[in-house]
């Protein structure tokens, strides 16, 4: 199983991941890293737990703000369809990819609180 490497506030950190994942895993690793080192400078160094807390919540609030924009599409979407509109400013595909995506991100915090 494949397993990628990443420096989050100094310190290295390896999480496994499924065939061909590799670049998405790491790209979101980079993120949370970031997001890390955003934090230190914020707030200074209150420790690593506190930091990766911290850094978990900001992002499950930009997480919980797409869930709301995804639902406001929908209804969008329905309320589109519902009234026989050929005008709609986004996809259903769209709003099946955006929530995938939300999916993914979930999947991929739940294998980082358990690492």
Do not use: T, W
């Not at 099946?96 to 294998?111: F, L, T, W, Y």
């Amino acid at each position: 199983m494949p397993q990628v490497e990443v420096a989050i506030n100094g310190r290295d950190y390896q999480v496994a991941c499924g065939d061909g994942e590799e670049e998405h895993v790491g790209r979101l690793l980079n993120m949370i890293s970031g997001q890390v080192d955003q934090l230190a400078k914020d707030v200074g160094q209150v420790g690593q737990s506190k930091l990766m807390l911290f850094a978990a919540l900001v992002m499950a609030d930009e997480m919980d703000e797409m869930r709301i924009y995804v639902e406001a599409l929908n209804k969008r979407l329905e309320k589109a369809e519902a009234g026989g509109s050929a005008k709609v400013s986004i996809e259903a595909e769209d709003i099946a990819e955006i929530s995938k995506m939300i999916s993914r991100i979930d999947a991929v915090a739940e294998q980082v609180q358990k690492a």
